[in-house]
């Protein structure tokens, strides 16, 4: 859950979201953020975590919550990818 | 060419006798210009009338039937249904933005012969290939996916939501095209109010945010069927982010969705009968109460007593003094 808090303070600077309205809000609908600004904040989140994020990494994603399931999966990957290489 | 393309080709050229004959008979809760005129007929400013009644079912059945027959056509023979039958206007505009080295959105109103424009527009355009598009399922409808096949685009479908405005971003940044229709209104959740045939219309900000992020040319498109088999698409003049680069964005993002709409407006009003948003128009709109009367003063004595009071904002503002002496 590191992460969603991470995502959840990025968000509340980028958008200039109070984090309680992040923290309570369910979707991104609820919290106020339209997909554009969303792309803002995925520019954020792929400098922030040093990852690339495909179009189709976000199918599905309807909140912040699962956006960070999202960065979770591919730090894991990126993680495993790195270490492959070193084996 | 086929028989069947022969008879699509016959039929077209009958389709003004064919729809002044349905003019009598047809019920007038299942024709579609004249469900348009019903829902119009309260607005000010909008077309009306049995004239364009039948010119718009005339639009809907040509739109029909070019797409039927162009599907009937083989590659060599959609490329020359594309040299001979279709005919530009106001390509010379839009020739340096397409040969040119940034992105280009293509933005089109909901016309039925838009999917051929698109092509039609590909096909003028040197080099381009590939038109990404805004579509609500995974893929296109099998008939348009066939027609860009044809016609040599090769098209890439964005979902809607976050997938398809990333995936889209994506696109512009490696100096593609974009396609977006941005007179849809089904689910918009972030919108503009622009001027619009008189009233106050709800857009979404989507395509002049797209074009002032990747500073992408808006090239507005239109595809109207003729009146003889073929298509006529007209290319407005493209519009220029850089132009409202000084602007902070939300003020930019207006200004230029005015701007597109303003060119929509325009080509419209010139045939209104091929536009496909009518009937849902006055629902997506907003009366505009008309202006104070010409003689009303009221704002131009308050500016008087203030500059009166106030003798500096003549010095600060000189123009001023030419309105309130």
């Not at chain 2, 027959?69 to 490329?79: E, G, S």
């Not at chain 2, 405005?165 to 622009?194: C, G, H, K, W, Y």
Request: charged share 20%.
């Amino acid at each position: 859950m590191d992460t969603l808090v991470t995502i959840q303070r990025l968000t509340s600077e980028r958008l200039d979201i109070p984090t309680e309205t992040l923290m309570r809000a369910r979707t991104f609908d609820e919290a106020g953020i339209d997909s554009l600004a969303t792309l803002d904040l995925i520019t954020t989140i792929e400098a922030r975590f040093s990852i690339s994020i495909a179009p189709e990494d976000l199918e599905g994603v309807a909140s912040l919550r699962d956006l960070a399931t999202v960065v979770d999966r591919l730090t894991t990957r990126k993680t495993h990818a790195y270490e492959e290489a070193l084996a | 060419m086929g028989i069947r393309a022969t008879v699509i080709a016959k039929a077209y050229a009958a389709v003004d006798i064919a729809v002044a004959g349905a003019m009598p008979f047809a019920q007038k809760r299942f024709h579609q210009g004249w469900r348009a005129c019903r829902a119009l007929s309260g607005l000010r400013d909008a077309p009306s009338g049995p004239y364009f009644a039948r010119a718009l079912l005339a639009s809907r059945w040509r739109c029909a039937l070019l797409l039927r027959y162009a599907l009937q056509l083989t590659r060599p023979q959609l490329r020359t249904f594309l040299d001979d039958r279709v005919t530009y206007e106001g390509a010379a505009y839009a020739q340096h933005v397409f040969s040119g080295s940034r992105p280009v959105i293509l933005a089109a109103p909901h016309y039925g012969a838009a999917p051929i424009g698109f092509v039609a527009a590909v096909h003028r355009m040197s080099g381009r290939r590939t038109l990404n598009l805004f579509h609500d399922t995974r893929h296109l409808a099998p008939q348009i996916a066939l027609l860009f096949d044809r016609g040599g685009v090769d098209a890439t479908t964005l979902l809607d939501g976050l997938p398809g405005v990333l995936a889209a971003s994506r696109a512009l940044a490696r100096n593609e095209s974009l396609v977006m229709m941005p007179d849809a209104f089904d689910d918009i959740t972030q919108t503009l109010a622009l001027p619009f045939f008189g009233r106050m219309l709800r857009v979404a900000p989507g395509t002049a945010f797209f074009a002032l992020r990747a500073s992408a040319w808006v090239v507005p498109v239109f595809a109207a069927p003729g009146r003889q088999l073929g298509v006529h698409v007209t290319i407005g003049r493209p519009i220029d982010p850089l132009r409202f680069a000084g602007l902070d964005e939300p003020q930019a993002i207006f200004l230029l969705s005015r701007a597109l709409f303003t060119s929509f407006e325009r080509e419209i009003r010139r045939a209104p009968e091929h536009w496909y948003n009518w009937e849902g128009f006055p629902s997506v709109s907003t009366p505009v109460d008309p202006p104070g009367r010409l003689d009303d003063d009221a704002p131009l004595r308050l500016l008087r007593d203030k500059c009166e009071t106030s003798p500096h904002l003549l010095q600060d503002v000189p123009e001023l003094e030419m309105l309130v002496r």
